[in-house]
């Protein structure tokens, strides 16, 4: 089970990489501020993205994840990656790709089938390489289907890289 502190601690690193406001015309997600796109920041009520406070969006990422379900998650490194993922690639790509690694339907919804299924996970290394390789791969897809989309391709590589190296551990 993860602790506040953990989900907190995310949010944080998220937050971060994601940094303030950014609305670059070649980047399809349109503007964001700390990663929340003016359609996320319209759903949840929170008014023009351009002026998204840092607490404001730590405080809808908390929203979001326990929204999404992610937060059931009970291995720390594999949450920061799909929570990571789920910011970046939207929470249905996300959750497929851990549905995928712990061999549910991947229909996108963190249900109580899925859940279950993260209970029968002895070790959650192979989960998270595996959510790693898909998220790799679909950066791939990207660009294979829209070559303007290449010049992001060294950011999101130095992002991905975080959660590679260092690597996590996990005990046997």
């Given at each position: ?31 964001t ?24 969006a730590?405080?809808?990422?908390a929203?979001l ?8 998650i ?15 690639h ?21 249900g109580?089938?899925s859940?279950?299924k ?40 130095n ?14």
């Amino acid at each position: 089970m993860l602790t506040e502190q953990q989900i907190q601690s995310v949010i944080a690193d998220i937050l971060d990489r994601e940094g303030g406001y950014s609305n670059n015309a070649a980047d399809r997600g349109g503007a964001t501020n700390f990663g929340i796109t003016q359609e996320t920041a319209n759903a949840l009520g929170l008014g023009d993205v351009r002026s998204l406070s840092r607490t404001a969006a730590s405080d809808a990422y908390a929203k979001l994840f326990a929204q999404w379900g992610i937060t059931a998650i009970p291995d720390y490194p594999t949450f920061h990656l799909v929570a990571d993922s789920c910011v970046q690639h939207g929470p249905g790509n996300a959750i497929k790709w851990l549905q995928s690694a712990i061999r549910a339907d991947p229909d996108g919804n963190l249900g109580p089938v899925s859940i279950g299924k993260m209970g029968e996970v002895v070790r959650f290394d192979g989960v998270y390489y595996s959510i790693l390789a898909a998220r790799l791969r679909f950066y791939g897809q990207i660009i294979a289907k829209n070559a303007s989309q290449a010049v992001f391709a060294a950011g999101w590589l130095n992002r991905l890289s975080a959660f590679v190296y260092p690597a996590p551990t996990w005990t046997p």
